[in-house]
């Protein structure tokens, strides 16, 4: 990897934003504790990185409400959501305080005792590995040392700045 060659920098906010709208994801809720508090965020920017060991990573915008909370963590929870569950990711979206995003859903608490919705399609508890900044973002990544599947086969999924669920429901 070399330096960025920046003659190439042509391509304006609106444009990238855009095309990156068109890459469909599924959509999670990432959760942590710190300081005996609960934090969480809505997230489309989650990967899987190897499955040896089982690693993924998620990114977070520094200017979160929340980031202070998962610059500390030693460990967090990508929760992915099912169609229904729009309500949960409308309130993890940065609108709502963070105080009050937990009021949504069923929420329990994980190995390690960060939050995990109950009824999410599947969720990954992680030991924080390893962090690196980029732009705008942290990239975190995580071991995952506990998933919780449901029995129900659906992802909420997000895509050209809409929720596709109801026809989820049937993969």
Not at 19 to 38: C, N, P
Not at 148 to 156: C, D, P, Q
Request: glycine share 8%.
């Amino acid at each position: 990897m070399g330096m960025v060659d920046h003659r190439f920098d042509i391509v304006d906010k609106a444009a990238f934003r855009s095309g990156m709208s068109r890459l469909g994801s599924a959509v999670s809720i990432v959760t942590t504790r710190s300081g005996g508090e609960r934090y969480g965020f809505t997230a489309s920017a989650v990967c899987s990185v190897s499955d040896t060991p089982a690693t993924l990573l998620v990114c977070i915008n520094r200017a979160s409400s929340c980031f202070h909370a998962f610059e500390s963590a030693r460990h967090f929870c990508v929760n992915t959501l099912m169609p229904g569950q729009e309500d949960i990711s409308d309130a993890f979206g940065g609108k709502t305080p963070v105080r009050d995003r937990f009021a949504l859903g069923e929420w329990g608490e994980g190995l390690t005792g960060i939050p995990v919705l109950a009824n999410a399609s599947v969720s990954f508890e992680c030991e924080f590995t390893n962090a690196v900044d980029e732009a705008t973002h942290r990239i975190v990544f995580g071991r995952i040392i506990d998933i919780r599947e449901n029995e129900e086969r659906a992802t909420l999924l997000y895509c050209m700045r809409r929720y596709l669920g109801a026809w989820a429901r049937n993969l």
